[in-house]
């Protein structure tokens, strides 16, 4: 699976972005995540849905904040990012991997975890906050 994050840019804070995660096949029953990494930090997963029913999942820094949502087109997926902050500053990168690879018991965190170790991976796309 092919994968292209797009839609970062320069934001002043308290402003939005919306990113889109663009894969080369219809992403049904996919899990699809999207992660950032600041300078200097780990990569950090921020939230991510399961397309077979719609379930999404976010950290705690991002809740009410940001929203993921599948588009019409069935291939895409985005990440709504809302009251942007300077802490929300990063590259951005969305990840999927196949639903059948995910244990029903899995968290969404174990299933984000999936994504790191065999998952499909987009190039990353920059989102910067100013003050």
């Known amino acids: 699976v092919q994968l292209q994050a797009s839609g970062g840019g320069l934001v002043q804070s308290g402003g939005s972005l919306r990113l889109s995660c663009t894969a080369s096949v219809t992403l049904d029953y996919y899990a699809v995540g999207w992660f950032r990494q600041a300078p200097g930090k780990e990569r950090e997963g921020v939230s991510c849905?399961?397309?077979?029913?719609?379930?999404?999942y976010y950290t705690d820094s991002v809740k009410g904040r940001f929203s993921i949502s599948r588009g019409n087109a069935k291939n895409t997926v985005y990440l709504q990012m809302n009251s942007l902050k300077p802490g929300d500053a990063a590259i951005y990168y969305c990840?999927?991997?196949?639903?059948?690879?995910?244990?029903?018991?899995?968290?969404?965190?174990?299933?984000?975890?999936?994504?790191?170790?065999?998952?499909?991976w987009g190039q990353g796309t920059q989102v910067t906050v100013s003050s």
């Open positions: 849905i399961f397309t077979s029913d719609g379930t999404t």
């Open positions: 990840a999927t991997v196949h639903e059948s690879l995910i244990s029903s018991s899995f968290t969404h965190l174990q299933a984000m975890g999936l994504m790191n170790d065999f998952g499909s």
